[in-house]
């Protein structure tokens, strides 16, 4: 299984990135796809997913800022972030869950810094 997450970098408060994560090694539809972020010091933590048939699921402190879709054409899961603030600075990476449990594979991980 491999999960290539990309899209981070450097922004200022307010701003928006797009990341993509694209899967290999899983029958993707059949997945639920999610999205974690770990910030130096602290826990990885989940901030989105979506269910196969498409429900959503997000951290409050994301809502309404923070799109979660997925492509299964593609095996490709997306999270659209928008009104950045300093504290979504992390290391974010995708993952995926078959029945209840997350796969034990994380990949490289893509870096996004929010600046004040």
């Known amino acids: 299984v491999q999960l290539q997450a990309s899209g981070g970098g450097l922004v200022q408060a307010g701003g928006s990135l797009r990341l993509s994560c694209a899967a290999s090694?899983?029958?993707?539809?059949?997945?639920?796809m999610g999205w974690f972020r770990q910030a130096p010091g602290k826990q990885r933590e989940l901030v989105a997913f979506?269910?196969?048939?498409?429900?959503?699921y997000y951290k409050d402190s994301v809502k309404g800022r923070f799109t979660i879709s997925r492509d299964n054409a593609k095996n490709t899961v997306y999270l659209q972030m928008s009104g950045l603030k300093p504290e979504d600075t992390a290391a974010y990476y995708c993952?995926?869950?078959?029945?209840?449990?997350?796969?034990?594979?994380w990949g490289q991980g893509t870096q996004v810094t929010v600046s004040s």
């Open positions: 993952n995926a869950k078959y029945g209840s449990i997350w796969l034990d594979t």
């Open positions: 979506v269910a196969t048939g498409g429900g959503t």
């Open positions: 090694g899983i029958i993707f539809r059949k997945y639920t």
